[in-house]
């Protein structure tokens, strides 16, 4: 991207000149990524949700990382599957791409490049290798996916539907209750969506992973009311991955959380 359109859209949005190249790398590598794996990986995490949904109300952030679930159309073992990512990835132009790192059933790689400030920078890829078929109440579509602080560079990618992104943001939330996920959910609660396929959805993670259910919402305003005692800290680790306009007053919408999660306690 040309240096001073770089610079006028960091200027605009408040967003570092780092992170808007690296928005800008994700999309070619999400570009490339479908091209070689098709319909075999689909996207999730908050890369998908800013830029598939939230965007369309003008409220995404920027999400650094591509997370991914390799599903194939065939039968494949985890090392047949580890083995076929292996060989696929070279075919990644324009980036350095590491040897992979494996942790549980997830491969995750490195990809490198140089920007426009002539400074190295990553995006990290990570393929999720857990199912052979998608956890989810509605089918993976293909999405358009753009970034309303930086309407260049739009990607046609394989993403899940809106509530079950929203449900794994849930569980994530419930996990790890980091300002990311804190925005991403408070702003999707002012989407309409589907509330039967939402709940089929969660359900069907928190199985998964093996959260009891009963008490999942309880333990959740738990720890929205210990992140809104945090909230300084909160604010000062999620700031600078949203625009300047969208920037929250984090207590509340921490404490706005709190009323929406107690109605389903």
């Given amino acids: 991207m040309d240096i001073d359109i770089l610079r006028l859209i960091a200027l605009k949005s408040g967003l570092g000149i780092k992170y808007i190249s690296k928005n800008d790398r994700i999309n070619t590598l999400l570009g490339h990524t479908g091209k070689i794996f098709g319909d075999s990986v689909i996207l999730k995490g908050g890369t998908a949700l800013s830029k598939a949904y939230l965007q369309t109300k003008g409220v995404d952030r920027f999400s650094e990382d591509i997370d991914l679930d390799f599903i194939p159309s065939e039968s494949m073992n985890l090392n047949e599957k580890i083995n076929f990512i292996m060989e696929k990835i070279k075919e990644i132009n324009g980036f350095k791409i590491s040897m992979p790192r494996l942790l549980h059933r997830t491969m995750r790689f490195d990809a490198v490049y140089t920007n426009e400030i002539n400074e190295k920078d990553t995006v990290r890829i990570e393929f999720y290798l857990s199912h052979d078929k998608p956890l989810v109440s509605k ?68 199985e998964f992973y093996k959260i009891e259910k009963e008490s999942f919402f309880i333990k959740l305003v738990e720890k929205l009311k210990k992140a809104n005692e945090n909230y300084r800290y909160i604010q000062n680790s999620a700031n600078h991955y949203v625009p300047t306009r969208m920037r929250p007053d984090w207590r509340i919408i921490i404490k706005e959380l709190i009323v929406h999660m107690k109605k389903h306690t």
């Fill in 139 to 206: 089918p993976p579509q293909k999405q358009m996916l753009i970034s309303s602080f930086m309407s260049v560079n739009p990607v046609m990618f394989t993403t899940y539907s809106f509530e079950d992104l929203l449900s794994r943001k849930f569980v994530a939330l419930g996990t790890r209750t980091e300002g990311k996920d804190i925005y991403d959910v408070y702003h999707c609660t002012m989407f309409e969506y589907d509330h039967e396929k939402f709940k089929e959805s969660l359900n069907l993670m928190l």
